[in-house]
């Protein structure tokens, strides 16, 4: 079976502050992990692959397979960061199911 | 390129009332699915196709149907609606190599 755990409901931080999102994952074979946004009352909006290595919006996210994990990371908080974060795992190779964590509500304090 | 288009965007049904909710995609992706969203639960996944004619249940799948009769459409069937479905309600499409493209919801209600 395949999880993903988003330790936290919501996350509040100073604007200028550093950003940690924690998601940690269970899979038995090679996982594809992503992070997608929600902005209020909008639809749901990918953010980042792990296989891309891109940054987007001042986010990163290193896969870490020894200790499962995908956190989302940003140096330093804007408001417009706020927002609904969710972290989500598929298996790789052709079409697998994805599962979503629970989300992070990320409030970003001025 | 309209994306993923769902409709409607608001519903209210009466419980035991059926309807259909309908996603369409103008991207040519093979894979669909469904998720429904509830507060403290995330996104669970209601059903999903890898292509036409295709189909597969995921987490939550009681009391839905779908079907995908074409590439582009992949409806969602309530067949006895009750308060317990009330929820937002995404389609999403995926090509292979991406994420998933998301349609703007339908916020469901059923009293």
């Known amino acids: 079976a395949q999880r993903v755990t988003q330790p936290e409901k919501l996350l509040s931080v100073f604007k200028g502050a550093p950003v940690e999102l924690k998601c940690n994952y269970s899979?038995?074979?090679?996982?594809?992990l992503f992070w997608y946004v929600q902005y209020s009352r909008q639809r749901l909006q990918l953010l980042l692959r792990?296989?891309s290595r891109e940054s987007i919006k001042g986010f990163t996210a290193d896969l870490n397979k020894g200790e499962t994990s995908f956190h989302l990371k940003k140096p330093f908080a804007q408001e417009e960061d706020s927002a609904m974060y969710y972290c989500a795992l598929s298996g790789s190779g052709g079409y697998q199911k994805v599962t979503f964590g629970t989300g992070t509500k990320l409030q970003v304090i001025p | 390129n309209a994306g993923v288009t769902q409709t409607p965007k608001f519903q209210v049904l009466k419980t035991g009332q059926s309807m259909t909710l309908q996603c369409a995609q103008d991207?040519?992706?093979?894979?669909m699915s469904w998720y429904r969203q509830d507060p403290g639960m995330g996104l669970r996944l209601i059903h999903y196709?890898?292509?036409?004619?295709?189909?597969d249940q995921g987490e939550v799948p009681n009391g839905y149907n779908v079907s995908r009769s074409t590439t582009e459409d992949f409806p969602l069937r309530l067949l006895s609606a009750a308060p317990s479905q009330t929820s937002v309600y995404f389609c999403a499409s995926r090509h292979r190599q991406f994420g998933y493209t998301f349609g703007s919801g339908t916020r469901l209600t059923v009293v």
């Open positions: 792990h296989i």
């Open positions: 899979y038995s074979g090679s996982p594809e």
């Open positions: 991207m040519n992706h093979e894979y």
């Open positions: 196709s890898v292509g036409a004619g295709i189909t």
